[in-house]
């Protein structure tokens, strides 16, 4: 099983029908980037569980519902009355988005902690959940904790600068995961930020060198690039109609851990071990299900159905 800790969250999407210079409706979606990756999960057909504070509200109502329809686990959810953390969406010409949170005294922050169950194999965290606090706390102590019983971490920092009052101090913070890291994921524009502006690619050699066994940058429709102590591959995007980008991150890592699911791989050690064409197999599964997730609104993954595995 694999335990997914974070923030699950409503998503206000403008109408696309909405004309330049003109407030338009906003539908809500359910979403958050590791709320994303369990429903990507469960859809894909591997057993996870959500490790998360949800809302008694009705978007709260809803949240639960659709990680029960997606087939995830939720035994690690925690309910309460704090309302459901919200985050306005504007979209680009292109389909990509920019987000503006509302979090103060939202569900998400207030996370306690949970023993994983037994049969975990792996803990993934990221986005909000690293941030807020004190929650972010809950889940830097239980990071440092499961890597040191020997389970596989897998982090996406995801990074929401505009609710970062330090930088430099989530800087040093993120550095102080890393050795505790066996997978990280990162787009590149989150990696400039965390690199304050160096060069994208150098930053990741030098992540991958303090712990993780590999380090995946995510390009938007360049593709994926893994960054190995072996040197680094790369493979394309899949060229799709973009309906948005929301989500698409979020499914790769999840295709990632259900890629390395599906063949053993779960632990530091069978990362470093696995050889180009098998890395090529991996990212070639994450840029399919990325695909398919930016070509329909929303953060909506595929299911397992709709992807082929190698």
Avoid at 29 to 37: A, D, I, W
Avoid at 40 to 61: C, I, W
Avoid at 156 to 162: F, K, T
Wanted: hydrophobic share 45%; net charge negative; aromatic share 6%.
């Amino acid at each position: 099983m694999i335990v997914i800790g974070g923030e699950a969250l409503v998503d206000l999407v403008p109408d696309p029908a909405t004309g330049e210079g003109e407030l338009g409706p906003l539908h809500p979606l359910l979403g958050g980037g590791p709320y994303n990756v369990a429903i990507a999960l469960g859809r894909l057909g591997v057993p996870a569980a959500f490790y998360a504070r949800v809302s008694t509200d009705q978007f709260g109502d809803k949240l639960v519902e659709r990680l029960r329809s997606s087939g995830v686990d939720l035994g690690l959810v925690q309910r309460g009355p704090e309302p459901t953390t919200l985050a306005v969406v504007g979209l680009a010409a292109d389909g990509s988005a920019r987000y503006s949170f509302h979090t103060e005294g939202t569900a998400t922050r207030y996370v306690t902690e949970q023993e994983l169950p037994e049969e975990a194999t792996a803990l993934c965290l990221g986005t909000l959940g690293m941030v807020l606090e004190p929650g972010a706390s809950v889940y830097e102590k239980a990071l440092f904790r499961e890597a040191e019983r020997g389970r596989f971490v897998a982090l996406d920092p995801n990074v929401r600068a505009d609710l970062i009052a330090d930088p430099d101090a989530y800087r040093a913070r993120f550095r102080s995961w890393l050795p505790s890291v066996g997978l990280l994921k990162v787009s590149d524009d989150d990696a400039e930020w965390l690199a304050d502006g160096g060069d994208v690619l150098e930053a990741a050699r030098d992540w991958q060198r303090q712990g993780p066994a590999a380090v995946v940058l995510t390009r938007g429709a360049d593709g994926l690039t893994a960054v190995t102590a072996d040197g680094e591959v790369t493979v394309p995007g899949e060229r799709v109609e973009v309906a948005d980008t929301i989500g698409a991150g979020d499914t790769v890592q999840a295709a990632l851990l259900a890629w390395l699911h599906r063949h053993d791989a779960l632990s530091a050690a069978a990362v470093r071990g696995l050889d180009r064409a098998r890395w090529e197999q991996a990212l070639r599964f994450a840029a399919a299900a990325a695909a398919v997730t930016v070509s329909r609104p929303g953060a909506e993954p595929p299911w397992a159905g709709e992807l082929s595995v190698e």
